[in-house]
């Protein structure tokens, strides 16, 4: 046998993610992975870099500071390796075999890989033409569903999801199965968290991360807020040192609260920069439609998204082609980057 005989055959079968980095591009405009455009900076030079030793399991600053942040306890943290590794804890933890996990495409594509290199099957709920849950076929599609994995803001559509449907999720959902609710954009809005919500439900999960607003994508840094009943048996399933000590270290710096202050200085502006970047484009003729966004990125259907999404990947400009996800033909996801790289952006679409 071969060597790609001898792994398994879901492996056999799998399309690995396509992460921006993977799908690769020359340039130097990116914003086709919502990172923040610049990078905060740390002080490591007067710190103990002894490395013999192996670091805490779950790093108490990291814990501490991510929990005042949150606004919840210690007990409700799990701090992993982005929140990418959450997301495949949490279908280890509780999928057995022949049980399912549901998504609700066009969503974040890491729920599907994640449960297929796991070997569990998933089922699909697309959601509504308004990007919004579709509560009755959920309800019909629940049995043997195990993990329900939702996104608000959802990427790539940068829509909210409606709180009262979550919470009619969350209730059809109980004693049955877990939710993850994906946070990873929530600092562009943060009224809209559930996090207030974990008092009242145990099989509630919510997946958080430095990725996105705190400009630290480099870093490998994501959390699960949960009740501790979740939390303790996700402890049981994850590595048993999954932060390196200097990423335990620069994560604790950047939960400090002038760590917290910095990084709502760089939602707002990324949120102004937003506003600027949908009113340059509605300009161009060769846009169809904006979709509205309460998160670092937007979504924009084009009339022929193709040829413009290789024009400007051509001139050094990456964005996300989202032309093969459900129901976005001609639609790019463009990451909001600084001032100067929009304005890269509108001059570009405004050449073509
Ligand atoms: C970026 C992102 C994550 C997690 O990213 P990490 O870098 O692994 O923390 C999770 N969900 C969504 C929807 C994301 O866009």
């Keep these: 046998m071969t060597i790609a005989q001898l792994s398994r055959k879901n492996i056999q079968a799998l399309t690995p993610y396509q992460s921006a980095r993977r799908l690769g591009g020359k340039g130097d405009v990116w914003l086709n992975a919502n990172e923040y455009p610049t990078s905060p900076t740390f002080d490591l030079t007067d710190r103990d870099r002894t490395f013999n030793r192996y670091p805490e399991p779950q790093p108490q600053a990291v814990v501490e500071g991510y929990a005042r942040y949150a606004g919840v306890r210690p007990e409700n943290v799990l701090v992993s390796r982005g929140g990418d590794e959450s997301i495949e804890l949490i279908i280890r933890a509780f999928c057995e075999a ?14 599907a890989v994640s449960a297929e290199t796991c070997g569990i099957a998933c089922k699909t709920v697309p959601l509504t033409v308004d990007f919004q849950l579709n509560l009755v076929e959920i309800e019909r599609q629940l049995d043997g569903v195990k993990v329900v994995f939702v996104c608000s803001p959802n990427n790539p559509t940068g829509n909210l999801l409606k709180r009262s449907d979550l919470l009619e999720l969350l ?38 991360t430095l990725s996105k607003a705190f400009g630290l994508a480099g870093l490998r840094c994501g959390f699960t807020l949960a009740n501790a009943e979740l939390i303790q048996i996700l402890q049981k399933v994850i590595a048993p040192y ?11 710096q950047a939960l400090q ?18 506003t600027d970047l949908q009113k340059n484009l509605a300009n161009s003729p060769l846009v169809e439609y904006i979709f509205p966004s309460e998160a670092n990125y937007i979504l924009v259907k084009f009339k022929e998204g193709q040829p413009l999404f290789n024009a400007l990947w051509d001139q050094g400009i990456i964005l996300r082609n989202q032309h093969n996800a ?15 790289e929009n304005a890269k952006v509108i001059q570009a679409i405004l050449n073509i």
């Design 242 to 252: 999954p932060l390196p000590i200097p990423v335990a270290d620069i994560a604790a």
């Design 171 to 208: 209730q059809m959902t109980a004693g049955r199965a877990i939710v993850v609710v994906d946070e990873a954009y929530i600092e562009f809005c943060p009224e809209a968290t559930m996090a207030t919500a974990l008092a009242d439900y145990p099989h509630l999960a919510i997946i958080r």
């Design 257 to 274: 609260p002038n760590g917290i202050a910095q990084m709502q200085r760089q939602a707002a502006e990324i949120l102004a920069n937003r």
């Design 326 to 340: 459900l129901g976005l033909q001609n639609c790019i996801r463009i990451t909001i980057g600084t001032a100067a």
């Design 98 to 111: 022949d049980d399912t996990v549901l998504y609700c495409p066009p969503t974040y594509g890491m729920y």
